[in-house]
């Protein structure tokens, strides 16, 4: 049994119900009931790196176990956490993920990585192979550009949405052009998807006719 299925098996493997009672593992196995400790000393000793520090700490507990340990074979720094990324980019530092030891290739294992932290503004190592950016997006063909045709390339152009039933037209959301790095594209789609949510919302409440909101075209580095 494991509390998670998607969860490395070794290590999250409570115990098999034709050798220990269910309820037996259920409750009791260190396995199935790791995450019951918030409130103590106990829910928040297993992290580590910006985790530990973190203002949250009691509160998310280091977030996806999944997450952490498929990166660093174990739980407790989670680095894909958006509230990181903002802190870390208020200090002017960018952290990325390098590969240290590959899966052993048995079912549901996991490498291990390390994480880098840098300034904001260095270079990036062009041999990263985990680095995404917006250049690396295969746009489909009939993808529509702000003229309203397709196949457009890749380049400054703005891409639409479908616009919502019972309106005309679309509502450019996104550019189409190059993001300075894979945390400012989020930060935008984060933007976007916040306006869009906040006109939704007041047009089901009957504030106002629903327009699509668009994102600026002018992308900063910092949210």
């Given amino acids: 049994m494991k509390a998670d299925p998607t969860l490395p098996s070794e290590p999250y493997i409570g115990g098999n119900v034709r050798q220990r009672p269910l309820r037996e593992i259920v409750e009791h196995a260190q396995q199935l009931t ?3 400790g918030a409130g103590t000393a106990a829910g928040t000793a297993h992290l580590w790196g910006f985790c530990r520090s973190c203002e949250f700490a009691e509160l998310c507990r ?7 340990h498929s990166f660093f074979d174990r739980r407790g720094n989670h680095p894909y956490c958006h ?5 870390q980019d208020r200090r002017g530092l960018r952290e990325r993920l390098a590969p240290r030891m590959p899966a052993s290739g048995r079912p549901y ?3 291990v990585f390390e994480i880098i932290e840098e300034g904001r503004d260095d270079p990036w190592p062009g041999t990263d192979p985990l680095r995404f950016t917006a250049e690396d997006i295969r746009w489909p063909p009939d993808w529509p550009a702000d003229d309203g045709t397709a196949g457009v390339e890749v380049g400054a152009v703005p891409v639409r949405n479908p616009p919502p039933d019972g309106l005309d037209g679309a509502a450019p959301l996104l550019p189409r052009s190059p993001w300075s790095s894979s945390f400012s594209l989020m930060s935008e789609l984060i933007r976007a998807k916040r306006a ?21 075209h002018q992308v900063s580095t910092t949210p």
């Fill in 34 to 36: 790791y995450n019951l």
């Fill in 62 to 68: 280091g977030g996806d176990t999944f997450t952490a």
């Fill in 83 to 87: 509230h990181r990324a903002l802190v």
């Fill in 109 to 111: 294992d996991n490498g």
């Fill in 196 to 216: 869009l949510d906040r006109a939704e919302r007041e047009e089901a409440e009957g504030a106002l006719p629903l327009e699509r909101p668009h994102a600026s």
